[in-house]
């Protein structure tokens, strides 16, 4: 069960595990209701993964424009520094920030 | 099924074609090299486990748990072998594309393979893939754990 929690801004969503393709299905629903329930500013905070496949990459374009269609925001939260590499050399930066801290 | 052999250094792996069993095999030889405590860049190897198996389970093998995916994990010298074979029909690897669509929904498999591996092969019916990637002790240049001075 993925854990979720307000900020004053943002909502943060904590996966917990690696995002792969036994997993997505199950990730996928769970970000796609809380788009629906409003929550445009996201943030998954991948603490506790370690890795994300190529069909859990697809999940974070997904959400990407599925906020972006609704005007919302997706920031990637991890200090780990080869989810960080994966992230830049699929060029998903230059979509949505993978920021180290808030 | 899942099975496990160990015999002179080389992991062999034969499982069903299931998503389940692409953890197993992940846990299996992350578990493996640990033990063999040779200087491998794991989140690339990982990588390129998970991609390979992906493609053999869903793509090759349908996800039928009756039909075999086999995985082989050798160490050499100055890297770490990985075997990856199903019994599908394959694909014509040839025609597949090292670009994708940014804001497309698939086709990153074979770029992250392609950018993770030290070197990478298809047999000619595509339903056996060969990965070897080089230890970080071997690599000289700054950024190559991940691929960048092939």
């Known amino acids: 069960m993925t854990q979720t929690g307000a900020t004053a801004e943002a909502f943060v969503v904590k996966p917990g595990r690696d995002i792969v393709i036994s997993y997505v299905e199950t990730f996928r629903r769970e970000l796609l209701t809380l788009i629906d329930q409003g929550h445009l500013n996201l943030v998954i905070d991948l603490d506790g993964v370690s890795m994300i496949d190529s069909k859990g990459l697809a999940i974070f374009m997904l959400c990407y424009k599925s906020l972006s269609a609704k005007g919302g925001k997706l920031t990637v939260l991890t200090n780990d520094q080869d989810l960080r590499y994966l992230f830049k050399v699929m060029r998903m930066d230059e979509m949505f920030t993978v920021t180290e801290s808030l | ?150």
């Open chain 2, 1 to 150: 099924m899942f099975e496990t052999t160990q015999n002179e250094g080389k992991l062999h792996l034969r499982m069903s074609a299931t998503l389940e069993n692409i953890d197993r095999a992940d846990e299996a030889m992350v578990e493996f090299l640990k033990s063999r405590d040779a200087p491998v860049d794991m989140f690339a190897v990982r990588i390129l486990l998970r991609e390979g198996m992906l493609n053999a389970v869903v793509h090759g093998s349908g996800q039928d748990p009756d039909l075999p995916v086999t995985m082989d994990v050798e160490l050499d010298a100055e890297g770490v072998g990985l075997t990856i074979e199903d019994t599908g029909p394959g694909f014509i690897w040839q025609n597949r594309s090292a670009s994708f669509d940014l804001m497309g929904d698939g086709g990153r498999g074979i770029p992250l393979m392609q950018m993770y591996a030290s070197r990478m092969a298809f047999n000619d019916s595509g339903n056996k893939v060969s990965f070897w990637r080089k230890y970080r002790e071997a690599e000289v240049c700054q950024g190559a754990t991940h691929g960048e001075c092939q």
